[in-house]
């Protein structure tokens, strides 16, 4: 028995991965959905003692949301399309599958996505208590500044985070609720957070973003889509692999289940998805197109005023991926010097160890947040966290903790752009 144990064992392996299907740890399949993944949770980290803040400035992605409306169509027609296969084993789960994915509901906030903020909003009052009493003078709040871009996801998103930031800090309802004034910013002329919808010079620079990532795809998804069609009896093309992978990260991301569309992909077919659709956003929104880099400019500007005049105790964005792409780019963080680049054909090693993983760096819920400190000689000081994980930003000697001067002499050449004659 002992000797043919390993023996069986492996025809297990090889007659479950023949039949398509793959059972996948969910912990893992959550950190590789790209743009897609629920927002990963960190341990929060306070400043180090001998600092107190004076301003908290953050710029956060809308949470988890339902599929758009081209995401949405294609998970409904890969549903149909499975549906004509003949491996009985391998699609069992399409029998009693609920598509809950529903034009009605396309792009709206999901309940995971309003909890996502909510629980980041109560995480900054635990961590802030002291910012929290100053912002509120009795029933009024009178200082924060908070807006969102002319969405739905990006208004609840916010609605959602103020609950949490303020819960017991009013007198609406048994959370004893306070209610928080958000600006929205209309989609024409938004310079700061809707900001690629109004920069025509980027629309048409990026016109071909999708060079690589489709070579990619081409590369590697051409072997799973025929992989796919023997295994389960219907044709499948390089894009059905990537509704399949559509279908798989949201089922995750708003449903928690890995027994779906993810049981017909391996973790390498997984893996090859994660990096297609990064060369998409690096190349659309970040590194890969150096107009990206200066796309920011207003927003950083606006940020850096407040800062300076120190207004309001607390300035809150809500946007979009490419809000926060695009003020990371500017930023110049998560950046890899060494291979700057990202191509189609990278190398395996360059494309395992990449930098730039939308997965870790642009999930949903996503942010960048800014905390203005003073030491006791009233210094200041400026700690760039990204989804509240500290980040050193080029040119502050490797510190996380920045001198105000020397970020803003870091910055210097980029914040004397005008957004007006980049993007016309």
């Known amino acids: ?18 039949h398509g299907q793959y059972h996948h740890d969910i912990n893992w399949v959550k950190h590789h959905l790209g743009t897609k993944s629920p927002y990963p949770v960190p341990k929060r980290t306070s400043p180090p003692k001998g600092y107190q803040l004076e301003q908290l400035q953050l710029v956060v992605r809308h949470g988890t949301r339902y599929p758009s409306n081209g995401d949405t169509e294609d998970i409904s027609k890969i549903i149909k399309k499975l549906g004509q296969g003949n491996n009985a084993t391998a699609l069992a789960w399409l029998h009693d599958y609920e598509n809950v994915f529903t034009t009605d509901r396309a792009g709206s906030l999901s309940d995971d996505g309003q909890l996502e903020q909510y629980l980041h909003g109560r995480r900054v009052a635990q961590s802030f208590p002291n910012l929290i009493d100053a912002i509120l003078d009795g029933d009024v ?15 609840q998103s916010a609605t959602a985070f103020h609950m949490g930031l303020f819960e017991g800090q009013g007198s609406l309802g048994k959370g004893h609720q306070f209610a928080i004034p958000l600006f929205m910013y209309p989609d024409q002329g938004d310079k700061l957070i809707g900001i690629d919808d109004n920069c025509p010079r980027w629309e048409n620079a ?23 069609t023997q295994e389960l009896g219907v044709e499948l093309t390089t894009d059905d692999i990537e509704s399949i992978y559509t279908g798989c990260c949201f089922d995750v991301s708003n449903r928690q289940r890995v027994d779906t569309f993810c049981t017909l992909l391996s973790e390498q077919d997984i893996l090859e998805s994660e990096y297609r659709e990064d060369l998409s956003y690096f190349y659309e929104y970040s590194y890969g197109l150096p107009l990206n880099e200066q796309v920011a400019c207003a927003l950083m500007q606006n940020i850096i005023q407040h ?3 120190q207004d309001v105790r607390m300035v809150l964005k809500f946007g979009h991926t490419q809000t926060i792409l695009f003020l990371q780019t500017f930023l110049g963080v998560h ?57 050193v930003v080029p040119g502050c000697n490797g510190k996380e903790i920045c001198p105000l001067k020397t970020l803003k002499e870091a910055l210097a050449s980029k914040l004397e752009c005008n957004f007006d004659a980049i993007c016309q």
């Open 1 to 18: 028995m002992q000797i043919l144990f390993p023996a069986l064992a492996l025809v297990a392996t090889l007659v479950l991965q023949a």
């Open 307 to 309: 800062i300076d005049e």
């Open 141 to 155: 709040a009178s200082g924060i500044d908070s807006a969102s871009s002319e969405s739905a996801r990006t208004s």
């Open 335 to 391: 950046q890899d010097t060494k291979h700057p680049m990202l191509y189609a054909n990278s190398s395996q090693s360059v494309i395992d160890h990449r930098i730039f993983r939308t997965s870790n760096i642009a999930s949903m819920a996503s942010n960048v947040e800014f905390q203005l400190l003073s030491n006791r000689e009233g210094d200041k000081f400026v700690r760039v966290l990204v989804s509240e994980v500290p980040v």
């Open 206 to 228: 990026t016109e071909n973003s999708d060079y690589e990532s489709d070579l990619y795809q081409e590369k590697t998804h051409k072997a799973t889509a025929e992989r796919l």
